[in-house]
């Protein structure tokens, strides 16, 4: 009778070890489900960086198209990056004074005419 018993249990146990076996492949293996999620997470971030670059593609073409046809934003332009000034402008340019304790004080005008 102890053979029996043995031997009624030894198939179960092959089918359970065969099922942690398959269960371990199927989550740690190559194409496992830890694969299966990063590669999900690196994909809904790739997805996001293309969105994020599109949308600043599309506002880089507006600006070309708006710098090739409005001279008013080229002029606008020009003027807050070059800083460049028409004729007989006069230009007041603020700078933050600051106390030694290092934290600011209100803005001192400065009045001199750029040439």
Same mark, same amino acid.
């Given at each position: 009778?102890?053979?029996?018993?043995?031997?009624?249990?030894?198939i179960?146990?092959i089918i359970?070890?065969?099922?942690?076996? %398959?269960?371990?492949?199927?989550?740690?293996?190559?194409?496992?489900?830890v694969?299966? &999620? !990063?590669? @999900? $997470?690196?994909?809904?971030?790739?997805?996001?960086?293309?969105?994020r670059?599109?949308?600043e593609?599309?506002?880089?073409?507006?600006?070309?198209?708006?710098?090739?046809?409005?001279m008013?934003?080229?002029?606008? %332009?020009?003027?807050?990056?070059?800083?460049?000034?028409?004729?007989?402008?006069?230009? &007041? !340019?603020? @700078? $933050?004074a600051?106390?030694?304790?290092g934290?600011?004080?209100?803005?001192?005008a400065?009045s001199t005419?750029?040439?």
């Amino acid at each position: 009778m102890r053979s029996g018993s043995i031997r009624f249990l030894r198939i179960p146990l092959i089918i359970l070890c065969v099922i942690v076996g %398959v269960g371990a492949w199927l989550w740690f293996g190559e194409g496992g489900f830890v694969r299966l &999620y !990063r590669t @999900e $997470s690196e994909r809904r971030a790739c997805i996001e960086r293309i969105k994020r670059l599109a949308q600043e593609n599309q506002r880089l073409l507006n600006e070309v198209r708006r710098l090739r046809t409005d001279m008013g934003y080229v002029e606008s %332009v020009a003027r807050k990056q070059l800083d460049l000034v028409k004729e007989d402008e006069v230009i &007041y !340019r603020f @700078e $933050s004074a600051k106390d030694h304790t290092g934290s600011k004080t209100s803005p001192s005008a400065s009045s001199t005419p750029l040439e």
